[in-house]
T-cell receptor
Framework: KQEVTQIPAALSVPEGENLVLNCSFT??????LQWFRQDPGKGLTSLLL?????REQTSGRLNASLDKSSGRSTLYIAASQPGDSATYLC????????????FGSGTRLSIRP | NAGVTQTPKFQVLKTGQSMTLQCAQD?????MYWYRQDPGMGLRLIYY???????DKGEVPNGYNVSRLNKREFSLRLESAAPSQTSVYFC????????????FGSGTRLTVV
């Protein structure tokens, strides 16, 4: 059974800092891993999708890496801004239950001006 | 570029009432999903439809039914609402299960009193 864990649950940093959010998963036989952003009271916005054959994906100030062997993914945010404040979730399916994508509980990020 | 559209956005039901949550996508995706999101529980899969004409149970299907009306539409029905079904419901779609990323709707906030 796939389990996805995100640590820390909450993070507060001053504006301008570079930061890393962590995601770990137990079933390494994944098709892909996806990072989402969720603003309070809103839906989920897809940030990055890393296929199992890839090691990282970049979009603007965001860079996500995937290490299947260790069961870990990281989301790197460069030069953080107050607008980056949101909850970040990672999600991974498994080959054995690919249709049942499993979400981590999220990291609530707050960027202090 | 509507993506995934959910209706209604908000709903208050009395215990025992029934209602249907509607979801439609215009991305020609084959797979569709219903999730619920609760504080401290994260996102949990209720039902999914891997392709038109098929539906399967997810992690928390009790108290719900679904209908894949056509390729675009996937509805979630509460036959007899209970306070435990108070939650935020999200519909999502993907080109196929497993190897493709998910697109989410903006959610339906349901309160059962």
């Amino acid at each position: 059974k796939q389990e996805v864990t995100q640590i820390p649950a909450a993070l507060s940093v001053p504006e301008g800092e570079n930061l890393v959010l962590n995601c770990s998963f137990t079933d390494s036989a994944i098709y892909n891993l996806q990072w989402f952003r969720q603003d309070p009271g809103k839906g989920l916005t897809s940030l990055l999708l890393i296929q199992s054959s890839q090691r990282e994906q970049t979009s603007g100030r965001l860079n996500a890496s995937l290490d299947k062997s260790s069961g870990r993914s990281t989301l790197y945010i460069a030069a953080s801004q107050p607008g980056d404040s949101a909850t970040y979730l990672c999600a991974a399916p498994g080959y054995s239950s690919a249709s049942k994508i499993i979400f981590g509980s999220g990291t609530r990020l707050s960027i202090r001006p | 570029n509507a993506g995934v559209t959910q209706t209604p956005k908000f709903q208050v039901l009395k215990t025992g009432q029934s209602m249907t949550l509607q979801c439609a996508q215009d991305m020609n995706h084959n797979s569709m999903y219903w999730y619920r999101q609760d504080p401290g529980m994260g996102l949990r899969l209720i039902y999914y439809s891997a392709s038109e004409g098929t539906t399967d149970k997810g992690e928390v299907p009790n108290g719900y039914n679904v209908s894949r009306l056509n390729k675009r539409e996937f509805s979630l029905r509460l036959e007899s609402a209970a306070p435990s079904q108070t939650s935020v419901y999200f519909c999502a779609s993907s080109y196929e299960t497993g190897s493709y990323g998910y697109t989410f709707g903006s959610g339906t906030r349901l309160t059962v009193v």
